[in-house]
Structures are given as C-alpha cells and as structure tokens.
C-alpha cells in the first residue's frame, strides 16, 4: 500500500495541473481564496515528510547577499517584467521563472531560468521556497504547508519540485506558513504577526515556535498583531511584510496610516522598537512611510524586495507618495539602489513586491543526493472547519495538521 501511494504521489509532482480552474494571465487569483473560482478538496492531502534542516543552516535576512529571485508566472505579467529587469539588472542575481515563458524582454538569458513545473497563482513569497544556506557556503529550501494547499496544490508542491529541477536539497516544515509573515535579521530573530498561531490553531504557541526555530535556526521569535487582529486581516492577509520591513539589523521600516486599524496597529509595532537596542548593538532607527486604505485595498511600501542592495519597491499610479517612500528607503540603506515598479493590479489582489517574489541566498546550489528524499505520502488529516469572516476569506483554520497513521 505504501509503494501504491508512493507511486501515486510521483504522478502528482509530475502532473501538469491539479487545480479546478484554469490559469488565467489576464484574470489571476488573489492572495485569499476565490470561491467563485476555486473549490475545497476536504479528501486526504498529498503532504511531503522531510527532516528539518540539519544545524549549519540557518534562514538568512533578505539584505543579505541573494543568488536568485523566485517568480510565479501566473498573472500580472508586466509587472513581473518589471521586477525581473530590476533583479538581474541592477540587482545582479539571478532569476527562476516558474512556468515561464521561454524568454522576458529586458532579461539578459545568461541570468535566466526557466522552471517548467505547474503553478496556480502568483503569490510566490507565500507558498515558495525558504532559501536556507551553511556556513560552507551550501544552499538549501525548506517547504512549508501552503495555507491555501486545500485549493492550490501546485502551489503547495512547487517548492518540492523546484527542488528536483534545480537539483537543491529540501527539508520540511510541517507547518502552515506563508513567507510574508516571515521577517528575519541576521543574527537569528523572527519577526511575524501572530496569524500564524491562528493558522496551526491545534498546536500551542510553543510547540510552532519549535518548529520555526527547528526549521529557521532562528534563536527569538518576536510577534505583532496585525491590522483587524484577531479576526479578519484589514489588509487581506495579516502578513507582517503589508506594515513592516527591516533594512538592515538596526533599522525598521513601518507603514503608517491616518485611519484604523492601519492606525494603532503600526502605532504597537513602532513602540515595539522605540528604545530598544538592536542585536548589532546599535539602537533601533524606525524610519515610517505613508500607507492609505481606498475602496478596500491597502496601499503599502512595506512590500517590497531587497536585492544585493538592490530595494524594488511598490509604485502606484497617482500617489504623491512614492518620492517620499523612495527617500525613507534611501535613509535606511546607505547606498541603495531603489527600482519603484508599477503594483495598481496586483495590491487591489493583497499582495504587491515582495508578494510575488523569493529570493535564494547566494551559494552552492548543488545537493547532496542523499538529502533528496522528498517523496509524498499520503497521509490522514484530521479537519475542524472555521469559517473566517465575510469578505476576502482566507483557508479555513486546521484543529489538527497530520495525524500519522
């Protein structure tokens, strides 16, 4: 039985789409789940069983040195084009384009990759792959659960099968995380909204410590609330990267706004770091930047991805806004270059930037053969529905993640 399932689960990484819909470029699901669009699969998930990282990795800051930057191709396209431009251009990295056009005007193809495996959306930064690296140098992924694996199992399967074709070795996280409610610096803190102890709502708050500190090598976890907390995130995901960013070890960008929650929720997250003193010694600097919530879309600077010194932040059409943003980065990162790409289509979405990107750190990308062992088992899942909010809802929430056999 278990050589049946592990059959049946090769057919699925090699399966050329799994999802109830259609990729559709010029109509792309949000960040949250579309049910107009997408439907539930309540029958036993394929979930991987891997090891966590062994102890010389750890989960590097974002504006440390990048070797690659992950993108989905799955929807605003021009946008992509953008970022792609900016990464190995002035960024100097490389870029992974997952089923991707052959080509990207603008992108030089010694700098390009092309990933011939099946995604359903965008949201690369949510359900892609946490670029891990050893002190010698070794580049390695960690993969989480996918919040949304129940509707988007491409997505859930991507970072295993970018593994495979990029020959990286990949560890697990039996945990459901998104990457943009992840924040690190470098000396091994974790910085992430309290939603993702409402997404493991069957486990104790330390046992998903554990597990992040298991997977990350990360030392402290520093938690925030997000705007609407606890119940439906305003900004539409309750990620930590749609209000904050850190640019370096000592310095924080925040996104401020003039009305709630947007308003208190920044107001918490800046006392946070008011007078206390970084891990480099030096005394956190907060530098803020203007954000506004229209017609249900909350516009942020927050969302942006730093490259090799490279930040390409979010530019949105009539905001008088974006010299300022431009500045603060600039404030924060002597030296920087900073590459505003258009994001009106995408943030109406929940997501921008950072979003759509994630970046690989710079190192060896061969594996060992031995640590690609990642083949899917199917395993029982024990579910208690909670049914989110009205409005842009999100998965529901898991009483229990994997119960063994």
Known sequence: MKTFAKIIGLLFLGSISTAAFAKDLSNPLPNWVDHSREQINKSQQVLPTRAA??????????????????????????MLTGIAKAVTGPGKAQLWAVDAPASIPGVPAASYSQINVPVDTVWSRDYGPYGISAKTGKVAIVDSIYRHYQYRKNDDAMPANLGKVKKIAVYGMQLILDGGNVMVDSYGNLFMTKRTYIWNSGMSQSQVDTILKDSFKVKNIYTFDYSGYPGEPADGTGHIDMFMKLLNDHTVLVSVAATEPFKSNSEKAM???KGKTAPDGQPYKIIT????????????????????????????????????AKAAYEAGMPGVTVVPVPSDDSITAGGSIHCTTQTIPKGTFKAPDASITDVPEFRDMTLTWTPEAPGKTDSVSLNQLISSK
């Open 53 to 78: 990282p062994p102890a010389d990795f750890r989960l590097p800051a974002e504006y440390e040195p990048v070797g690659a930057v992950v993108i989905s191709w799955a929807g605003y396209t021009d």
């Open 271 to 273: 006392a946070f770091f």
């Open 289 to 324: 930047v203007k954000g506004w919530s229209e017609s249900g879309t909350w516009y942020t600077y927050t969302n942006s991805t730093i490259v090799n010194n490279v930040a390409i932040i979010p530019s949105y059409s009539g905001s008088q806004t974006e010299a300022a």
